[in-house]
């Protein structure tokens, strides 16, 4: 079996060319078509020069045109780069100049004034379909890159994380052999594509006969109209961090969904009264999915079960490619129901972050539990404990990187940006409960700089300048100083407390 994404689909094009792969209000597209459209951005990337090891970024939003031109790119033994069109300018150029992007392909070129001028361009909206083309000969390089990631980093700046297509492989066959989708089955792609659970919700169905329903942001973000789309597409799986599922069981729109079966959840820690609300709406298997980007996707999962005595859902168990570690600071061994560092293992890791060997280095440890001697594991950072029967439980951060509404931020990311302002000497960012208990956002304080008076509009915009809207805080507290712990560092809880 191909451990390659673009082949895998190949494969099944072969035996399912007229089942529907692509589903959105804008129409349908079969395997048969979406294999040419791929052919036809394939064929123009070639002309343009890229080749296999070439970063590709993509510049649009979710759409038929999306998926065929992710898999040109794979095709062409290129791997793609997201380029979410609401991240700031700023931030875009960044990732383009430290990847080395050599082109971009967008549906929007009327908004790449952002772009350097040395980045080769394709628009996508200017291609013709419907010409034929001569199939590419797809690219069969096991080691080549399937994606990069920028992920928000802790220095100030994002991190490319380099995912394989082989761990995307394993992790797609999982899902399969653990939930099997029917020719029939249409999975709901909703999360954008700057976030690898948008990897499976298109690619799973696509290398097995089924169907990928791509909604459109004004459609994702209202319950009703999401609940209309799900059944008229007859969706079968769908994917919410619990965020918004909490907004679609407080709407009780589920009733609609009858062709559900599936709903996963993932990107945050999940409430089990969550689970007991949606419960009582839905009939079918809820699923908790837990890992960070560095692991491909997710790396646990846990059927959730209704009445639970648990408060936060268990992460669960590793899927059969991945394994789990839970050590203290001296990378020993915690025995079971003590509260210890989590690091992953297996056949699930990336390949660490792109021109940044110190921090690789840093995340990336050689296994010492592994028979290989060059085996690595990932230090994700958060606090874990694992029952007698071997079960995950999650019980928060061991640094300053937060989840919030299903988005991975380090929170000394914004407090850097905010102190590189000329204004501002100190910051810090902490996460609030809002009045009602039931959302959270971000709040920051900041000292003026030798007592200067400061704009808070002035510094709103400054941030929407370089931090995409979700990490951008929602309340500004100027202070003369920042409380402090013994040791010097800043107390957060003090913070919290005001």
Known sequence: MSTLVHLQFAKQCQLTPDNIALRSRGGNLTYRQLEHCSDVIAQQLLSRGISSGDVVGVYM???????????????????????????????????????????????RVDELEWLPEDCQIIDIAAADFSQPVLPVEPSNDDSQLCYIMYTSGSTGTPKGVMVKHDTVINYLNWMQNAFKLEQDSCVLSQTTFSFDISVWEMFWPLITGASTAL??????????????????????????????????VDERVLDQCQSLEHIF?????????????????????????YGPTEATIFACHWLCQPDSADTIVPIG??????????LDENLELVPPNHNGELYLAGDILALGYLKREDLTDERFLINPYASSKTSKMYRTGDLVSVRDDGVLLFHGRIDSQIKLRGHRIELAEIEAQLQALPWISNAAVIVDDSDD??????????????????????????MAQVLPYYMQPSRYYAVDSLPTLPNGKISKSALSAK
């Open 265 to 289: 959840s993932g990107g945050e820690a999940l409430p089990q009264c969550l689970v007991n609300d949606l419960s009582k709406q839905f009939e079918g298997q809820i699923h908790n999915l």
């Open 61 to 107: 939003e979710r759409s038929q045109n999306l998926v065929s031109t992710l898999l040109g790119i794979m095709k062409v033994g290129a791997c793609y780069l997201p380029l979410d069109p609401y991240y700031p300018h700023n931030r875009l150029t960044y990732m383009v100049e430290h990847s080395e992007t050599k082109l971009v392909v967008t549906d």
């Open 317 to 326: 168990r590793p899927i059969p490619h991945a394994k789990v570690l839970v």
């Open 437 to 462: 208990g039931k959302n959270q956002y971000l709040t920051a304080f900041y000292v003026p700089y030798q007592d200067t008076d400061t704009d808070i509009q002035a510094i709103k915009r400054e």
């Open 215 to 248: 909604i459109c942001e004004e459609v994702k973000y209202d319950p009703a109209l999401l609940a209309e789309f799900i059944k008229h597409h007859q969706v079968t799986v769908a994917q919410f961090v619990p965020t918004a599922l909490r907004i679609i």
